[in-house]
C-alpha cells in the first residue's frame, strides 16, 4: 500500500521531496479531471507545530481537494495532514484519524496535540492521523477575520448585559461572513458534508483500505457522515460527546442544555455527603452570585498570558460562561461548588484564577480561523423554524452561543436552505461515550444516534462532562482502546460502572496553591 510504502522510505522520500517538492510548494504530477484529491508529502514535516515529536516518527503533507464538488471550477482547498507513526513497528494496516471538534479546529497546527498524540494510548499499535478540517488556521483558504478574533476579546472584557454581548458579537460575526463571500469563498462548501468527503479522499489518496475514526464533539457529526459516504472504509468508530443530527446544539435547545448540565452539577452535590455537608445552600449561593453580578459586576484584572495583564468586567453571564467551560475537564467540573461558595462569600480569588486559566476568552483567546465555525454552523443547522427556542428562564436563557440564530439569520448570508446531515443507519462497530454532565452535547444526543447502530455500544461516563477522552488516561481511554484493537468482541467495560460520581473539591486552597 501506498501508505506503507511512505513508513519505510522516509529517507529516501525526503531526499526526493527536498528537491521536487519545496516545503509549501504545491507542485505535483498533474491533476487528471477537476475534482481528483491527492496528497501532497511534504519531509521533513513543515508544520512549526511539530517540533516536540521526534522527527521520523512523523509523515507530513497537504490534502489538495475541490473546494466545491458540484462546480470544481471553484477551486481548490489544502489541508494539513500529519501521520504519527505507531510506537511498535510494524504497525496495524489500519490507522486511527482523528476527527475534532469546533468545527472548524484545526489540530495539524497545536503542538500540544501532535505531543499528546504521539505520547497516546492510541499510537501504540497503530499510526495516527490529524488533519485540519478546511477552512481553518493553517488550511488555504483561511476562513479568518482578524477583527473577529479581536473583538471578541473585547467584547468579554467589557462591560455587557447578555443581549449587548450578542448584539456585538452577532455584529461582527456577521461581517466577517460578508467579508468571507465577497471574497469569492462560497457559503455552502464549508459543511461537516464536504469535510466527511474530504476524509474520504484523503483515505484513499493515502492507499488505505480501511481506517478506524476517533471523533469528538461536532467531529462526531462529520464522523457519521464519513460512515455513510465511505462506508466500506471505515473499520470501526469511537464517538465522544455525540452531536445527533437532529440535534440543534449550537441555537435552539443551547440555553435547555445548559441549564440541565448545571442542575446535574447541583444534584450531584446534595447528594454527596461531604459537599452537602460543605455546601449545604448551593443552590441559593448560586442565585444569590448571580444576582449580585447583575446588579453590580466585579472589576478583576486576570492573566493575559506572559506579563500581560487585562481588566476585565465580570458579569453574570460570565460567571455562568466559565462553569460551562469548567465542565470540560473533570478536574475544573469537580471545583464548581467551591467557586460558587467563594464567590457568594465575597472572595474573589478563585474566580480571577480560574477566568484566568480555564475560561478562553479573553485571557485564552487564540488566533484562529473563527470564520470556519461561523460558516459550518450556519450552513450545517441553521432552519428558521427551528428558532426562537424553548425559554429556559432559571439562568436567564444564558447560554454560550445563544447569538447564533441571529449571525445566520442575517438577511443576504443565505443559510436556512441547505439539506441537513441525515441520521446514520450503519452497521460500523463503534463505541459512543457520554459524559453525565455534557451540557452541550447531552446524554440524550448519544442515545438518538444510537438507534440506528446496528452494532454500536453506549457507555456513560459518570465524573466526565463534554470531551471524555480529553482524560488521556482514565478507563474510559483504556475502554476505547480495547475497542479498537478487537471492535467485533464483547466490550468490557467493568472500570465505567465502577467509576465514582465526582469527587468534589471543598478547599479554594487546594486549587491555588503554586
Known amino acids: 500500500m501506498r501508505f506503507a510504502r511512505y513508513r519505510n522510505q522516509v529517507p529516501f522520500i525526503g531526499l526526493c521531496l527536498a528537491i521536487l517538492w519545496p516545503i509549501g510548494s504545491t507542485a505535483a504530477t498533474p491533476i487528471v479531471g477537476g475534482e481528483v484529491s491527492r496528497f501532497i508529502p511534504i519531509q521533513p514535516c513543515p508544520f512549526p507545530s511539530s517540533g516536540n515529536v521526534a522527527p521520523e516518527r512523523l509523515h507530513c503533507g497537504y490534502l489538495e481537494a475541490p473546494m466545491d464538488r458540484q462546480h470544481p471550477e471553484a477551486g481548490k482547498v489544502r489541508l494539513p495532514v500529519a501521520i504519527i507513526r505507531s510506537r511498535i513497528i510494524p504497525s496495524q494496516p489500519d490507522p486511527v484519524v482523528f476527527i475534532a471538534g469546533g468545527p472548524g479546529a484545526a489540530p495539524v497546527a497545536s503542538a500540544r496535540t501532535l505531543e499528546k498524540f504521539a505520547a497516546h494510548r492510541f499510537g501504540e499499535n497503530r499510526d495516527i492521523i490529524l488533519f485540519s478540517q478546511r477552512g481553518s488556521l493553517g488550511t488555504t483558504p483561511e476562513l479568518r477575520c482578524d477583527r473577529l478574533r479581536d473583538q471578541r476579546q473585547l467584547v ?53 483500505s480501511s481506517w478506524n475514526l476517533l471523533a469528538v464533539s461536532y467531529g462526531t457529526l462529520i464522523a457519521q457522515e464519513v460512515a455513510r459516504v465511505d462506508a466500506k472504509g471505515v473499520r470501526s468508530m469511537v ?56 446588579e453590580h459586576p466585579l472589576k478583576l484584572v486576570i492573566d493575559g498570558g506572559g506579563d500581560t495583564a487585562l481588566d476585565m468586567v465580570v458579569n453574570w453571564h460570565d460567571f455562568l460562561g466559565l462553569t460551562h467551560w469548567m465542565l470540560y475537564s473533570a478536574t475544573t467540573l469537580d471545583w464548581i461548588p467551591v467557586l460558587i461558595d467563594e464567590t457568594d462569600q465575597g472572595r474573589f480569588g478563585l474566580l480571577q484564577h480560574l477566568l484566568s486559566r480555564v475560561f478562553p476568552a479573553p485571557a485564552l ?21 427551528l428558532l426562537p427556542g424553548a425559554e429556559d428562564d432559571h439562568f436567564g436563557g444564558y447560554a454560550l452561543t445563544s447569538f447564533m440564530g441571529s449571525v445566520c439569520a442575517a438577511p443576504g448570508l443565505d443559510y436556512g436552505d441547505f439539506p441537513l446531515v441525515a441520521p446514520l443507519v450503519s452497521d460500523v462497530p463503534t463505541l459512543l461515550l457520554s459524559g453525565n454532565f455534557d451540557l ?29 477522552l480529553s482524560g488521556y488516561t482514565a478507563c474510559q481511554t483504556d475502554v476505547a482502546a480495547a475497542f479498537f484493537n478487537h471492535p467485533e468482541s464483547p466490550l468490557d467495560m467493568t472500570c465505567l460502572e465502577a467509576l465514582p460520581p465526582p469527587q468534589f473539591t471543598t478547599d479554594a486552597g487546594v486549587i491555588l496553591a503554586p
Open 239 to 294: 464517538l465522544d460527546s455525540l452531536v445527533s443530527p437532529e440535534s440543534d446544539l449550537f441555537m435552539s435547545e443551547a440555553a435547555e442544555n445548559f441549564s440541565a448540565g448545571i442542575e446535574r452539577v447541583l444534584q450531584a452535590c446534595a447528594k454527596d455527603t461531604t459537599c452537602q455537608a460543605r455546601f449545604p445552600q448551593l443552590r441559593d449561593s448560586l442565585d444569590r452570585v448571580l444576582e449580585r453580578l447583575r
Open 440 to 468: 452541550i452535547t447531552p446524554p440524550r444526543y448519544a442515545s438518538r444516534v444510537l438507534e440506528g447502530l446496528s452494532r454500536g455500544v453506549l457507555a456513560q461516563v459518570p465524573n466526565y462532562g463534554h470531551s471524555t
Open 156 to 208: 468579554y472584557l467589557e462591560d455587557h448585559d447578555l443581549k449587548q454581548r450578542d448584539r456585538a458579537i452577532r455584529r461582527v460575526a456577521t461581517d466577517c461572513l460578508r467579508q468571507l463571500r465577497n471574497q469569492g469563498l462560497p457559503p455552502g462548501v464549508w459543511s461537516s458534508a464536504a469535510i466527511a468527503r474530504d476524509l474520504r479522499d484523503l483515505r484513499q489518496s493515502l492507499g488505505l
Open 365 to 385: 483567546a487564540e488566533d484562529a480561523a473563527a470564520g470556519a465555525f461561523f460558516a459550518v454552523v450556519c450552513r450545517d443547522q441553521y432552519r428558521p423554524a
